[in-house]
């Protein structure tokens, strides 16, 4: 697999996302909002975002955020089973309610009303929009980077054998 020609400027979905610079710069100042001043923390972001990079198994998405997530204090057996599409151990009910959230917005496209009323009761209801736009915003990255081949740093493996392109 080679990586599609795009300008070799920036990381991320943001080499693509030059060739439309007024829809790519509305989509990178939405994502920072959503991953800097929402109302979720940042190991709920994480979890959600590395939710998202396995399913659609966006290897740049889920190696760079991975990296966040040790950063804000998740460990490798999270990260781990977040990577193979498995519930995590999370002792933070929040945390385990923004994984599974997340992972049924990404397997159905929405969320079940039991599934919304403990959301809600758990991370109260501008969170739970945040964490939709969030798992939402964090699809269209992943496809960004799998549609333009974004490869991996020098020197990182791949986590998964082959993804969906």
């Known amino acids: ?16 996302w030059l060739h439309s610079p ?6 990178a100042d939405l994502g920072e909002e959503l991953r800097f001043r929402s109302a979720l923390t940042p190991r709920q972001r994480e ?3 590395l939710v998202v990079g396995a ?4 290897e740049f998405e889920f190696w760079a955020h991975a990296e966040e997530a040790r950063k804000a204090g998740l460990d490798d057996d999270v990260i781990a089973a977040l990577r193979d599409g498995r519930p995590p151990e999370l002792a933070d009910r929040s945390e385990a309610i923004v994984a599974s959230v997340s992972a049924e917005l990404v397997a159905s496209g ?7 009323a403990v959301a809600v009761d758990e991370l109260g209801p ?3 929009v945040d964490l939709v736009l969030l798992v939402g915003y ?12 974004v490869g991996l740093p020098p020197g990182i493996d791949p986590v998964w054998d082959a993804g969906p392109h």
């Open 110 to 116: 929405g969320i079940a009303d039991e599934t919304y």
């Open 55 to 58: 399913h659609w198994k966006a």
């Open 22 to 27: 007024v829809v790519g710069l509305k989509a």
């Open 138 to 149: 964090y699809c269209m990255v992943s496809l960004t980077l799998n549609a333009f081949r």
């Open 126 to 128: 501008e969170a739970v």
């Open 1 to 16: 697999m080679r990586d599609r020609p795009v300008p070799e400027t920036l990381a991320g979905p943001f080499n693509a």
């Open 47 to 49: 979890i959600a975002i």
